[in-house]
């Protein structure tokens, strides 16, 4: 290992590392524009200069490897000068509209400026002025603030993996831009944003709404997948103003979705904020006492077993121990967490989680997707499966159909029936998997789905014990689409028959209550003649049939416990209070509780918690991956010849919170008017 000098400090790094992240080991700034540790390095704006001894001028930091011996100054008075000299250069054609700008209080320019610049401007001809690029509902421009970083461009090619942004023209003329001004169609796009390091890229919903310290800032978890990825609210008042990403390195690094970004404005649009009793075929307004009423009076003559519960994909653990607990009281213990159908069963938690890890990925040689589209169903993991192909080798292939997943794949074909062939060993599948060292296989909702889930998730357990779980490593993996189901699964909320045998009775007349704790995810018309209780955040598919609709909390106003699809427990914070009467799930049941005379043991958040350890031990394991134990899961039998359904129908849709989102409609229109573009389809 190297051994190197900063600033008379003697240290040893690891060879490859450059002089830039040597000086930030031993605590010493240096500023930057173009660098940043996740991308490629360019060496564009050159503020990174440093003085290295028997170098006749001052080095790119950024762009230089250390070396054995080498002796570098970062506190010259040549250095000083040169940093200052940069900055004077990028400020010549800066329009320096600080008071109007977004990036305000949040500029990297604004701060190295202060920092590294000098005190005045001795360039006094007219700025250069760049016409502003339509990049989409989502991303603002101001591209005469551009300093040409290139770190947008890098983002969109290296990590989201579309080339739809570049440079043209040369020299004073240069520009950044998207190609034909064409929208930039990643679901990370709006991670430009935090890249860009002078405001020329902003965010186009946020735009002229708030400024940084006015906003109260708040660190939860996102629910719009199963990544969990990790988030800053930042809140004015009562509304959320805008989503940050937060760093954690194994979840989501410092990347957050489209979804996870913009769909805020979801979270005031179409709210349920007020009870509704129906009267007659009319929901009416009511007090929480009228509504309790009501559900107290068709519950006095109905049997446990003439109720059941579903369980919505935003719900969290401790709603969902309340309703678990509120419908034993009653004498029930119908309960599904499971409303898409999927054949995962509670009990052994290896077949329903990602046993390997979001992490993981960059650990694997060798990758099988079984009926998943990653890319839609969980951009960050797909982010991160492409990083693994493009740094580490990593090769993938495909059981499903083709789609462009931003990263090469070898398609086997949309077939179920290959996964037996691949269990028997002569496919070529087979010998990849075999030869492989660390191999992985992710199983897709689009998979489980199907009639014959169970025996399609069998098959995928034998075809990973026999290559895939080694001593230290176990490479079987579900990656799921709704943030409450591995919570859910955690809780036993499995149901003999699940969501169909709910609906088969229902209609048959066998079921007359059902609680639906925010499902909106399937067709709730089976349930027009049976008493429904809603409670939830939408007036979205669940609240269609109801005779009694409850106002929950969203997950920006309630600390929650969530478990993301690899097993690791997070939990949201409260950012801002529920609109009008609505009121915190659990709180909303354990009230209910006592008006139906059922006894729930807790009375506060911490008595919950407490319960909810009970139930589920791992809940206490927070921010903490558990291995699971490896065991025989799914069902014997043949695996029927057909392909497998996508998971998710439109990646802006697949929740109330965003289909209540006018900027997530945007990003609808625009997508289906630039795929209509594509193939010629125009009405």
Not at 52 to 57: L, N, Q, V
Request: hydrophobic share 40%; glycine share 10%.
């Amino acid at each position: 290992m190297p051994k190197l000098t900063i600033d008379g400090q003697e240290v040893e790094v690891a060879p490859g590392t450059t002089v830039l992240q040597a000086c930030e080991e031993v605590g010493v700034e240096i500023p930057r524009f173009c660098y940043h540790e996740r991308l490629s390095i360019a060496g564009n704006c050159r503020m990174c200069l440093v003085d290295m001894e028997r170098s006749p001028k001052p080095i790119a930091s950024c762009a230089m490897p250390v070396g054995e011996g080498m002796v570098i100054h970062t506190n010259t008075e040549r250095v000083k000068k040169a940093r200052e000299g940069v900055m004077e250069f990028l400020l010549i054609n800066h329009p320096l509209d600080c008071p109007i700008c977004d990036q305000g209080g949040e500029c990297d320019l604004q701060d190295q400026a202060m920092a590294f610049g000098r005190s005045g401007n001795r360039y006094h001809e007219n700025k250069r002025a760049v016409e502003d690029k339509y990049m989409g509902p989502l991303v603002e421009t101001a591209m005469t603030r551009c300093i040409h970083c290139q770190r947008c461009v890098r983002f969109t090619e290296e990590v989201g993996g579309v080339d739809d942004m570049g440079s043209i023209w040369r020299g004073e003329h240069t520009e950044i831009t998207t190609y034909l001004d064409k929208v930039i169609e990643s679901e990370l796009s709006g991670n430009v944003i935090d890249l860009c390091p002078v405001g020329a890229l902003t965010s186009k919903p946020y735009s002229f709404t708030a400024r940084s310290w006015e906003l109260k800032k708040t660190e939860s978890v996102d629910v719009m997948d199963a990544v969990g990825s990790n988030i800053r609210v930042d809140a004015r008042g009562n509304a959320v103003m805008r989503i940050l990403p937060r760093l954690h390195e194994d979840v989501n690094e410092e990347w957050i979705s489209d979804t996870t970004r913009f769909a805020y404005d979801g979270l005031k649009l179409r709210r349920l904020d007020t009870p509704y009793v129906k009267k007659g075929k009319k929901l009416e307004e009511a007090s929480w006492g009228d509504a309790f009423a009501a559900i107290k009076k068709k519950l006095k003559d109905v049997k446990g077993a003439e109720i059941a519960a579903v369980i919505g994909d935003l719900a969290d653990m401790e709603s969902m121990v309340a309703l678990k607990d509120l419908l034993g009281g009653l004498g029930s213990k119908r309960i599904e967490c499971r409303q898409d159908g999927t054949a995962l069963e509670a009990g052994v938690r290896a077949s329903y989680i990602m046993n390997s890890g979001i992490a993981g990925i960059e650990e694997a040689d060798f990758l099988l997707l079984v009926g998943t589209n990653p890319r839609f169903e969980a951009p960050l993991v797909n982010a991160r499966i492409r990083k693994a192909t493009r740094h580490s080798g990593l090769k993938v292939a495909n059981i499903g159909s083709a789609e462009d997943l931003t990263y090469k794949v070898e398609e086997f074909g949309d077939d179920a029936t290959l996964l037996k062939k691949v269990l028997g060993g002569r496919h070529e599948l087979s010998k990849a998997l075999k030869a492989a060292a660390k191999p992985m296989i992710v199983v897709g909702q689009g998979a489980l789905r199907r009639a014959d889930g169970a025996q399609v998730l069998k098959a995928a357990h034998d075809i990973a014990e026999k290559y895939c779980v080694k001593e230290g490593w176990n490479g079987f993996n579900v990656l799921h689409t709704a943030a409450a189901r591995v919570g859910g699964l955690d809780l036993g909320l499995t149901a003999k028959g699940g969501i169909e045998a709910i609906k088969a009775d229902a209609e048959a007349g066998k079921l007359k209550v059902v609680f639906l704790l925010g499902a909106d995810e399937f067709d709730t018309s089976a349930f027009k003649d049976t008493f429904v209780v809603y409670l939830g955040t939408h007036g979205d598919e669940g609240v269609k049939n109801a005779d009694v609709i409850l106002p929950g909390a969203a997950y920006t106003e309630k600390s929650g416990t969530y478990v993301n699809t690899e097993g690791r427990v997070q939990r949201t914070e409260k950012a801002v209070f529920a609109p009008g009467d609505a009121r915190e799930d659990w709180t909303i049941l354990r009230a209910l509780s006592d008006v139906l005379e059922v006894k729930l043991g807790y009375n506060n958040l911490g008595e919950l918690r407490a319960r909810l350890v009970k139930l589920a031990p791992l809940a206490a394991t927070l921010d903490t991956l558990v291995p699971a134990e490896w065991a025989d899961f799914g069902a014997e039998g043949d695996v029927a010849e057909g392909g497998f359904a996508p998971a998710i129908g439109n990646f802006y849709l697949t929740n109330p919170v965003l289909r209540a989102s006018k900027i997530m409609a945007e990003c609808v229109e625009i997508r289906e008017g630039n795929a209509e573009e594509a193939t010629g389809t125009h009405g």
